[in-house]
């Protein structure tokens, strides 16, 4: 087998395995969140992240990343999102609402749980202020 032939198989089997990641609607996934060029306060790792939207494409999702830092609820467009038995995070945590971006499902590592009704009901508001024009 031919170089191109093993990088065109490993291209398929990359493609199947991030069509059968389903990262829904208000659920919680690990995901690395590092740009090869992040700077500032822009968030680095792999964190939990709320799911916003999985775009028809397949292969990008919008999210929100979380932070530990409980101090970053000082900051606009925020939400302190407690642990809790359904969404399974290790600590409290921020919801970084300012800083949702769009990441391939090739960085997405586990589900964790899913975020209540009336915690997103909380972002959603700042999803909507963010965008009002």
Known sequence: ???????????NILA??????????KEIWEVDVTYTDSQ????EG???CLIIKEFQTGY??????FTGTLNSGRFPYTTKIEKNNINKLDDDS???VFQMKAVSKSR????RGKLSSSKYDEI???IKNIFKF
């Open 1 to 11: 087998m031919g170089q191109y032939q093993l990088i065109y198989l490993w291209c």
């Open 16 to 25: 199947l395995r991030w069509k059968r990641l389903k990262p829904k609607f």
């Open 40 to 43: 500032g306060h822009e968030q």
């Open 46 to 48: 792999t964190r939990p």
């Open 60 to 65: 990008i999702v919008l999210l929100i990343p």
């Open 94 to 96: 921020i919801a970084l």
């Open 108 to 111: 997405f590592k586990y589900k």
């Open 124 to 126: 959603e508001i700042h």
